[in-house]
């Protein structure tokens, strides 16, 4: 890669240090130029007309992210965020008295509510698998866990609090011996690294264009295979993911384009295409090569600064990196380097339920590169951190 034209072409890069990638990526100027040339083009033209005049550009967002996910475009539906989309997937779902759900420790809250939700109304159970030494979800116990109560495997594959790989594909190698429906939440994996759904094995894929794909907000996408339709029932029918049949009943749009909508930011998705386009010519390989050595590099830099310890777990982990300083509060640590100009963000208890009830270390200082990221930003913003724990703060 060239960092350096990449950063040129990144107008945020000229202000900040951007270490909230998980949070949201930094805008190509590609990809702005899109979403503004189409708001443009709306208000010289007209909405609808505009989308008209687009159309084929919008279906090729489609095919990106097929060719992205390793799926097809047919099973593709896209949303204005993940949530939406998970929420698409798991509601199509049935599931009654004794059913089960199992998910793991990193599951990010979102999700979770919607388990206890579901266990409340319907009487299923929610079963959190342990985690392994590693502090990954423990896939021989996930497949001891396995017989006839389990309707739905959910994970998340990287969670929101840290830097952790689940072992996705060994997952879905125990979902598919089972015959039990896996849902992967990839919304920190897709753009981060090579997320491929037939490798991985899963059923159905929720994410976001806004992190690490570095699209806009209020883009969100949902991946499902075909063999996967005949066993969901979209919660929403509306007009653009069925047609009336001109008596009493209606039929569902083929493929995954059942669980969309017909209203959508047509700005926003070109947007997305123009996002993963770029990821798709840089290349997912050497996305995920880069983003890795950054998350370990920045790890190595803070674990050697006294009094800040990092808390990813995992035997393989990414760009994400959580840490705590001994003696000051999260907040105060965050806002310190904010006002140094360096982008982090801070972990939620109340995002990361499970995980909280097992290590108790929530909030962390959450710091996340990107590729675009250079060595030097994460010096910088190890030795703001030292010089502001040497200013003698309060244990």
Known sequence: MDIAALRRDTPGCAHRVHLDNAGSGLLSRPTL??????????????GYQ???QEQRAVEAVYEDIAALLGGRPDEVALFDNATHAWQAAFCALSFGPGDRILTGRAEYGSNV????????????EVVVVPNDPSGALDTAALAAL???????VGVTHVPTGGGLVNPAAAIGGITRRAGVP????ATQSVGQFPVDVREIGCDMLAATGRKFLRGPRGTGFLWVRTEMLEHLA????????????????FTWHRGARRFGTREMSCANVLGLGSAVHQALRLGLDDIGRRTA?????LRRRLAAVPRVTTHDLGSERCAIVTAKVDGIPTADVATALTRHGINVSTTVPGHAQFDTEDRGVHPLVRFSPHYYTTEDELDRAVEVLTLFLEKGQPR
């Open 234 to 249: 979209p919660h929403v029918a509306e007009i653009g993911s069925a047609a009336w049949d001109g008596a009493r009943g």
């Open 293 to 297: 050595a950054l998350g370990e590099h």
């Open 33 to 46: 130029e899109t979403v503004v040339s189409h708001l443009e083009l709306e208000a010289r033209i007209g």
């Open 182 to 185: 896996f849902l992967l939440d």
């Open 50 to 52: 505009a989308a008209a």
């Open 113 to 124: 509510l919607a388990y206890l939700r579901t266990a409340q109304r319907t009487g299923a």
């Open 146 to 152: 396995m017989d006839d109560r389990v309707k739905l």
